[in-house]
């Protein structure tokens, strides 16, 4: 101070996408998975890059170099058991950063032997249910945009981003990809709800949740274990940094 110098304080504005783990479905031909609740911002200050109809006009706080976020990505829920003593499936587990929580999907429902099916799972979107048995309610807890939808019925498919069945698509790596689909598969790091299996066979698993976070060129960030990655996005993209997140770990920012 003396020397007429102050500590300079740089902030970064920054985007983000949180997916949820996707739940599993129902044994013995029980309803499918939920997928894992979605949550992104309005890409307004990295680009303006394309966001489903879920981030517009979703901000997000700007970041102050020498930051460091424990970030984590939810698992997907494992599918119910089956013949016999059929289970619903498990939920997914949340994925987090900082503020912002994404909601796993909801298991899907069954029907034990002599009963009539079972609901869904409520979770970021319900599972279905299983013969006669209601959806798991969506948006579970409540956040404003929904970060996901209602189960359907009857085995069918669970919740999904933007609807039974229907994820939510993103251009937040610098390419178009889907995901937080109802009932799709167990694909890695899309948090999709887990597929309705036939009769007489276990459930399916739902697929793990992801976390990116994209900054500025200007920015430099960081992120652990090495499972992890960042990238620069190449022009005409502006060089703005990525940081993908496929297993919890440790988001830095300088």
Same mark, same amino acid.
């Given at each position: 101070?003396?020397?007429?110098?102050?500590?300079?304080?740089?902030?970064?504005?920054?985007?983000?996408?949180?997916?949820?783990?996707?739940?599993?479905?129902?044994?013995?031909?029980g309803?499918?998975?939920?997928?894992?609740?979605?949550?992104?911002?309005?890409g307004?200050?990295?680009?303006?890059?394309?966001?489903?109809?879920?981030g *517009?006009?979703?901000?997000?706080?700007a970041i102050?170099?020498?930051?460091?976020?424990?970030?984590?990505?939810?698992?997907?829920?494992?599918?119910?058991?089956?013949?016999?003593?059929?289970?619903?499936?498990?939920?997914?587990?949340?994925?987090?950063?900082?503020?912002?929580?994404?909601?796993?999907g909801?298991?899907?429902?069954?029907?034990?032997?002599?009963?009539g099916?079972?609901?869904?799972?409520?979770?970021?979107?319900?599972?279905?249910?299983?013969?006669?048995?209601?959806?798991?309610?969506?948006?579970?807890?409540?956040?404003?945009?929904?970060?996901?939808?209602?189960?359907?019925?009857?085995?069918?498919?669970?919740?999904?981003?933007?609807?039974i069945?229907?994820?939510?698509?993103?251009?937040?790596?610098?390419? #178009?990809?889907?995901?937080?689909?109802?009932?799709?598969?167990?694909?890695?790091?899309?948090?999709?709800?887990?597929?309705?299996?036939?009769?007489?066979?276990?459930?399916?698993?739902?697929?793990?949740?992801?976390?990116?976070?994209r900054?500025?060129?200007? *920015?430099?960030?960081? #992120?652990?274990?090495?499972?992890?990655?960042?990238?620069?996005?190449?022009?005409?993209?502006?060089s703005?940094?990525?940081?993908?997140?496929?297993? *919890?770990?440790t988001?830095?920012?300088?």
């Amino acid at each position: 101070k003396s020397q007429g110098t102050w500590p300079q304080f740089i902030e970064y504005g920054i985007d983000y996408l949180v997916v949820a783990g996707g739940g599993g479905s129902g044994g013995d031909n029980g309803g499918g998975g939920g997928a894992g609740g979605y949550r992104e911002s309005s890409g307004a200050s990295t680009g303006s890059f394309t966001v489903s109809p879920l981030g *517009s006009g979703v901000t997000f706080s700007a970041i102050e170099a020498g930051s460091s976020f424990a970030i984590t990505v939810g698992a997907g829920g494992s599918g119910g058991s089956g013949p016999g003593t059929p289970s619903r499936g498990s939920p997914g587990s949340n994925s987090i950063f900082s503020t912002i929580t994404s909601t796993g999907g909801g298991g899907g429902g069954t029907h034990p032997t002599g009963t009539g099916g079972t609901a869904g799972i409520p979770g970021g979107s319900g599972g279905s249910g299983s013969r006669g048995g209601p959806g798991g309610t969506g948006n579970t807890p409540p956040v404003s945009p929904a970060q996901g939808t209602d189960g359907g019925t009857d085995q069918g498919n669970g919740g999904g981003a933007l609807g039974i069945g229907s994820g939510a698509a993103s251009s937040i790596t610098g390419s #178009a990809v889907t995901r937080s689909a109802g009932s799709t598969g167990n694909t890695a790091n899309l948090g999709n709800g887990g597929i309705t299996p036939p009769d007489n066979v276990p459930g399916n698993s739902g697929g793990s949740g992801t976390v990116v976070v994209r900054g500025p060129a200007s *920015s430099s960030l960081g #992120a652990a274990p090495g499972t992890n990655t960042v990238s620069t996005l190449p022009a005409p993209e502006g060089s703005y940094k990525i940081a993908t997140f496929t297993v *919890s770990g440790t988001l830095t920012v300088d």
